[in-house]
């Protein structure tokens, strides 16, 4: 037996269990950054009155991290799969947690004064750009560990420390922002980042199976293709970004339509965004677990889409319905109970799809197709809350979720098409396919994540 042999048997021997390791540490790290990018919005008031705000200047200020991201997503992607996902996952987690750290001691406001909006948004969207290593770089390590019948569950598993991170934000800011100040709230965040950073020290390593597969390999292969030039993988990242506007108006607005247009009170708007982030986390988990399952992520995505859409729908027609007498107890646990369902449905299909598009470019290749997923998806985060008030003022709220579910069903035909039906084949014709897809096996390929997937 050769060593690359004798290396990769003793790598598939330890597999198993450091593989969860290394998604403890993706977990980690997108909970570190979505507590900033989901918790500091919950700040908002403090930060209004804090740093001097108007209502237009506190908008552009929140929105300010998603468009740093939507600008850097794509380039640490790229170099996520030039580098490896060790390096820019250290590099990016250590850089945020040193920006955050400089916005705590001289971007916070303090007794003698409040700093300029420049500087404000300079920080914001510093932390952005930064932040942005993190969704490739753990993705594509999760890829890397994790076999085919594993990834649905493993990406949907990484995928909730979005809601994670979110809601540890909202609990913990605020209470630090009126208590201690924003140097407080800054400096948090950093430590959550510096110890994302360290779990990744101690266990995030490339796969020494990848590894002895490399160094036993005396023609190099051929790179695959860049997902850049993957008309598919462009289209399923569009259309996740798309799918994932309605998301971004249950997160942004959805307080602000039970306050104005339902008259809820604080109990009711707590109890549905906390319904919609405890939901969305679990939805996730039992996704991947049922497409690893009964596989075809495609076909559950689109379903998703169509319960979605409908529930949008059925939302609206709510809102029109009681738009006379919205206050009524009936006419408000109706409106909630629709929204805080259509939330989580509209959340559910993360890590599916973020799988499947992972597997259309390749493992190799997952760190920039993610890259290009998420540079799209955070522009609809910057965007998505600008264009809710014009909508509303243009319309109604009613009307503005209706427009939401047909966002859901606008990213339909973009989505990957489920793969037919297997025709019936000949007991030789059979026999033949199963030893050839036995040989592959022996080698090493890995088949597709989906039905009908190249």
Known sequence: MTLPVLSASLADAQRPAHRWKVLAVGVAANAAFSAAAAGLPTTAVFMRSGYRLDND??????????????LFELPWGLLTDRWGDRPVLLTGLGATSAALAWMSGFASPDAAGAPSLALLALGLVLVGMLGGSVNGASGRAVMAWFDEGERGLAMSIRQTAVPLGGGLGALLLPWLAAHAGFDAVYGALSLMCGLAAALAVVWLREPARDRAASAS????????????????????????????CPQFAVLTFATVFLHDF????????????????????????????????????????????????LLFAALGAVAWAVDGAPARPGAVLAAASLLAAAGICASAWHGVAYTELATLAGA??????????????????????LAIPHVVAASSWPFTWVIAGLCMLAALPLLPKPAPAPKAVGAKTLEAKTVAAAGRAMSGTRGSASPGTP
Do not use: K
């Open 217 to 244: 390999t005396e023609t190099p292969a051929r790179p695959a293709a860049s997902p850049l030039r993957d008309g598919r993988v462009w289209r399923a990242a569009v259309a996740i970004a798309i799918m994932c």
């Open 364 to 385: 190799p290749r997952a760190g920039t197709a993610l890259g290009m997923a998420n540079s799209c998806v955070y522009l609809g985060l910057f965007l998505t809350p």
């Open 262 to 309: 339902s008259q809820a009170g604080i109990g009711t708007l707590t109890g549905v965004m906390v319904a919609v982030q405890l939901g969305a986390m679990a939805a996730r988990i039992a996704a991947g677990r049922w497409t690893d399952r009964h596989g075809d992520r495609r076909a559950f995505l689109r379903r998703c889409v169509g319960l979605s859409s």
């Open 57 to 70: 200047q506190l908008g552009l200020a929140l929105g300010l991290m998603g468009l740093g991201v939507a």
